[in-house]
């Protein structure tokens, strides 16, 4: 890895500021290595930017990047469970009150964790992605945007992608409202663990 790049890496605050960075340096990497065109921190609606705009074959791709934190995912003594999307009608206060203590306590190999926490929703997380995106869309002609999400692991790619196909989600109804039409592309990947 170069000197620009790991000098970027280490100014990062913290493990999920890292990945953050990672994932931009990936991004950026294979643009250099392809010789495509492309602006770091391209602004394009007043004082919003992008991550990456790339001039492809008289086409615009505005490129925002966005890593979800892994770091609580780190902390083995934590007995993790996911909630993973919300659904009319689903009562998350029972499942929140009764049923994961329940899970919990029944658990039988709960003594190698010395607590149990429920994880936040990813559609939160995506939803606010989402709406971050909106803002700093461009709506010119050939142009596409595109939202590039970089997840820890394969485990956490399947909560995104179940999100974004499950038509049960609200994140599907958002999807479908025009207001988010111009979000062309929503490119998930996993390259951080391993």
């Known amino acids: ?17 890292k990945m953050q960075v990672f994932s931009e340096i990936i991004v950026e990497n294979t643009l250099k290595s392809k010789n495509i065109e ?28 966005k890593t979800p934190g892994f770091i609580r995912r780190l902390n083995t003594d934590i007995l993790y469970y996911s909630v993973d999307y919300r659904i009319d009608n689903f ?19 709960k003594m190698n964790y010395k607590q149990y ?20 869309i461009n709506k010119a002609d050939h142009t596409t945007n595109v939202l590039f999400i970089s997840l820890y692991d394969s485990q956490h790619l399947c909560e995104y992608f179940k999100l974004l196909a499950d038509t ?4 599907d109804r958002i999807l479908k409202h ?17």
């Open 1 to 17: 890895m170069n000197e620009e790049y790991l000098s970027r890496i280490k100014k990062a605050q913290n493990e999920d500021a």
């Open 38 to 65: 492309y602006t770091k921190d391209k602004k394009i609606n007043g004082n919003k930017d992008v991550d990456f705009q790339v001039n492809y074959d008289n086409w615009i791709y505005n490129i925002e990047i």
């Open 91 to 109: 009562d998350h206060n029972l499942i929140k009150t009764e049923i994961i203590p329940n899970l919990y306590n029944k658990t039988s190999d």
């Open 117 to 136: 926490s429920i994880l936040t929703r990813e559609d939160y997380r995506l939803e606010e992605y989402l709406k971050l995106m909106k803002s700093k």
């Open 168 to 171: 049960n989600s609200l994140i």
């Open 178 to 194: 025009r207001e988010y039409e111009d979000i062309h592309i929503i490119i998930l990947v996993c390259f951080i663990k391993n």
